[in-house]
Every structure is written in C-alpha cells, then in structure tokens.
Nanobody, 121 residues
Framework: QVQVVESGGGLVQPGGSLRLSCAAS????????MDWYRQAPGKERELVAT???????NYADSVKGRFTISRDNAKNTVYLQMNSLKPEDTAVYYC???????????????WGQGTQVKVSS
C-alpha cells in the first residue's frame, strides 16, 4: 500500500544536467532515510546517494561533487540533482524509501519502478 513514483529521467548530452524526483504515498506513518541507486547494463546495482531523516548525506565517489541529494518532507519526496553528466552515468536510476507504515512497526524498504537516464551526444 506504499507507492513510489519516479520522474525526471531522459536523454541528455555530456556535461548536461537532470533532476530526478521520487515521491512516496500511501500507508505511511513516517519516512526515514531515502536512497538513490542505479544499474547500468551488465552491471550490478550500486548505491549512488543517501539522505537521512535529519538531512545527513552520503555519495558514491563516482558522483561526489556532481550530484546532490535532497528531500522535501512536506511532499514525501526525494530529489537527485545531477550535474556535469558523463556517459558513464547512463543507467536506470531507482529510489528506495525507508518507511514506517504504522506506529511501532519495523522499517520497510519501498522501491520505485526506475527511470532511465542516458548521457550521449
């Protein structure tokens, strides 16, 4: 009963920018950390960025200084601002929202459907 909807992917030239959004809705009591992952063709899924409920962030070395993760708690939304994009950033990007569905229940992980990002001339 938790829905995670992503948007913002597309085709962009090297050096360009994209902003990904991921909104959670449904039976949610609270949202804790939120993550962005990506999976390139033939590669395993990797963690790109994480933001905690209090705003602490962490990035993969490959995107540090170029990507920025942020959140809007009023909208239950996490963003990934991607600047100076490289062809190596081409992948399907997924968000993972760590939620508490009911008071005192353990945390659940909820995944979006993925959005394609292609960086090419």
């Amino acid at each position: 009963q938790v829905q995670v909807v992503e948007s913002g992917g597309g085709l962009v030239q090297p050096g360009g920018s994209l902003r990904l959004s991921c909104a959670a809705s449904g039976s949610i009591f609270s949202i804790n950390a939120m993550d962005w992952y990506r999976q390139a063709p033939g590669k395993e899924r990797e963690l790109v960025a994480t933001i905690t409920d209090y705003g602490s962030t962490n990035y993969a070395d490959s995107v540090k200084g170029r990507f920025t993760i942020s959140r809007d708690n009023a909208k239950n939304t996490v963003y990934l601002q991607m600047n100076s994009l490289k062809p190596e950033d081409t992948a399907v990007y997924y968000c993972c929202v760590h939620v508490t569905r009911y008071p005192s229940w353990p945390e659940d992980d909820n995944w979006g459907q993925g959005t394609q990002v292609k960086v090419s001339s």
